[in-house]
């Protein structure tokens, strides 16, 4: 489970705290839609869930660790996977497999099972036979399932995605959330940050942000007929 | 997309499945033996290269486009050798047949070195590169010299560099929707213009680095030892191969 309590985060050198006070619990296998408007501070709150930022008030817990343990944030990072916006920022390798095999290898895993992670990330995602391609031959949708099965391939608990859809076509991204659900169908606990209210009215939770506050959380059903 | 300078070019001879460590190290010797060769060890390799050209089956063509580039070069070598050269004079001002000599074997070494680099990357996929390379520089450990950080750095470069000049090709055309002309004026006033297209790109390259960084560490990037897909592994005829290149090697430089 990660649980965030009264988490206010105040980025170096500004007055105004981005987050000011955010309490909220994610559990194993559920699905979290994170909505707001741009600027609410959604990226700067999923950046907590695996420790990329550390908290300027209040604490951070992913499976019972404390993010503001630095001793462990490896392990949280590999529980919390984290797919950023701009897949062109993400990719490293000069191959897909190359690139998916980038994590499992920072683990030290033995080859044998780096090669067995990648495959199955690349399946999961439906880039079996990209393998081999050059990440610059990629479309925008396949560039985004990249990364997406980079985060697999670390076998995340939790996966964080921050507008995983943007700037993509509409049958592209409707691949995208299928594959998401089904992810989630399998387990793993997904939190996805987006402004589009379409995209999320199958999540189990949904939590609206604005001006760094969860100012609404519920069933798409409560929420929406809130709104 | 055309054919690109020494580009990887597909294929499954026992040129392409050598073990990227004996390449790499069989370019070192083949550029020791040139760099000392005289005629005589000049006509072994060249033989040796085309018969290697042929069992890969790379078009000669391709291999030849890669000294291209470089042919200027290389023709003022063999005139400023072929001119310039005390000796026994041939029937051309001022040339000699010494020059004449130098000359050839002055371009021969030139051409057959890029030659040889060009049959490696061509018949090495970057990755199988990177990992040679990685390889090769472990024992550097104790210097202080870390081979796994020195190829995540390499292959990143190799990685960006299409993606570099995609997006300078896009800062560019942005720019000439707006009227700008990168092709009018003078040599400086081009000149001037290209800092347009390089601040942005410069720009953009630094927040990327940052985004790109952030991803890597959430991916458990660390310094220091990682594992890899595919651990290299010479087999018997990699060693064969090896022992028999430093033989000939060794042959060829110390003949006399």
Same mark, same amino acid.
């Given at each position: 489970m990660i649980k965030v309590e009264n988490l206010v985060h105040r980025y170096d050198g500004d007055d105004v705290p981005v987050l000011r006070g955010i309490n909220l619990e994610i559990k194993e296998g559920e699905y979290v839609a994170i909505i707001g408007p741009i600027g609410c501070g959604k990226t700067t709150l999923i950046k907590h869930l695996n420790a990329l930022l550390a908290p300027t008030e209040g604490n951070v817990w992913v499976d019972g660790m404390n993010t503001r343990d630095t001793s462990i944030v490896g392990e949280i990072r590999r529980r919390v996977g984290m797919v950023f916006q701009n897949p062109d920022n993400q990719i490293i390798g000069m191959t897909v497999e190359e690139d998916v095999a980038f994590g499992p290898g920072n683990l030290r895993l033995p080859p044998r099972e780096i090669r067995q992670r990648v495959t199955e990330a690349l399946q999961a995602v439906g880039m079996g036979s990209y393998a081999q391609r050059h990440p610059h031959t990629l479309s925008g949708g396949e560039k985004r399932l990249v990364t997406l099965a980079d985060i697999l391939a670390m076998n995340p608990s939790y996966i964080a995605l921050d507008e995983p859809t943007s700037s993509l076509d509409r049958a592209t991204r409707e691949v995208v959330l299928s594959i998401l659900r089904r992810l989630n169908g399998q387990g793993i606990a997904m939190i996805h940050v987006t402004h589009n209210m379409d995209e999320i009215t199958s999540a189990d939770r949904i939590m609206v942000m604005g001006d760094g506050r969860i100012v609404l959380s519920g069933t798409p059903e409560e929420v929406f007929s809130g709104v | 997309m055309g054919y690109k300078l020494g580009q990887y070019t597909p294929g499954s001879s026992v040129i392409h499945r050598l073990d990227p460590r004996v390449k790499i190290v069989a370019i070192m010797l083949l550029s020791i033996t040139v760099l000392?060769? +005289?005629?005589?060890? #000049?006509?072994?390799?060249?033989?040796?290269?085309?018969?290697?050209?042929?069992?890969?089956?790379?078009?000669?063509?391709?291999?030849?486009?890669?000294?291209?580039?470089? #042919?200027?070069?290389?023709?003022?070598?063999?005139?400023?050798? &072929?001119?310039?050269?005390?000796?026994?004079?041939?029937?051309?001002?001022?040339?000699?047949?010494?020059?004449?000599?130098?000359?050839?074997?002055?371009?021969?070494?030139?051409?057959?070195?890029?030659?040889?680099?060009?049959?490696?990357?061509?018949?090495?996929?970057?990755?199988?590169?990177?990992?040679?390379?990685?390889?090769?520089?472990?024992?550097?450990?104790? &210097?202080?010299?870390?081979?796994? +950080?020195?190829?995540?750095?390499?292959?990143?470069?190799?990685?960006?560099?299409?993606?570099?000049?995609?997006?300078? +090709?896009?800062?560019?055309?942005?720019?000439?929707?707006?009227?700008? +002309?990168?092709?009018?004026?003078?040599?400086?006033?081009?000149?001037?213009?290209?800092?347009?297209?390089?601040?942005?790109?410069?720009r953009n390259s630094i927040l990327r680095a940052e985004e790109l960084a952030i991803g890597m560490e959430g991916r458990g990037y660390h310094r220091g030892p990682r594992t890899y897909m595919r651990e290299l592994r010479m087999t018997p005829s990699d060693y064969t191969i090896l022992v028999v290149l430093m033989i000939l090697t060794g042959l060829g430089v110390y003949r006399w």
């Open positions: - | 000392r060769a +005289d005629a005589f060890i #000049a006509i072994a390799i060249t033989i040796l290269i085309a018969g290697i050209t042929f069992i890969a089956r790379l078009s000669p063509s391709h291999l030849l486009r890669a000294v291209k580039p470089l #042919a200027i070069f290389f023709v003022l070598i063999f005139l400023m050798h &072929l001119f310039f050269t005390p000796g026994a004079p041939i029937p051309l001002p001022l040339a000699t047949y010494e020059g004449l000599y130098r000359g050839v074997l002055l371009t021969w070494r030139f051409v057959f070195l890029i030659l040889s680099a060009a049959i490696l990357t061509m018949t090495t996929t970057p990755s199988e590169l990177m990992s040679g390379i990685e390889r090769l520089l472990r024992p550097l450990r104790p &210097l202080g010299i870390s081979s796994h +950080d020195a190829a995540v750095m390499v292959s990143m470069v190799l990685r960006f560099v299409p993606t570099l000049l995609q997006e300078l +090709d896009q800062i560019r055309e942005a720019q000439m929707a707006r009227g700008a +002309d990168f092709k009018a004026g003078n040599l400086l006033a081009r000149m001037k213009r290209i800092s347009s297209l390089v601040i942005p790109l410069v």
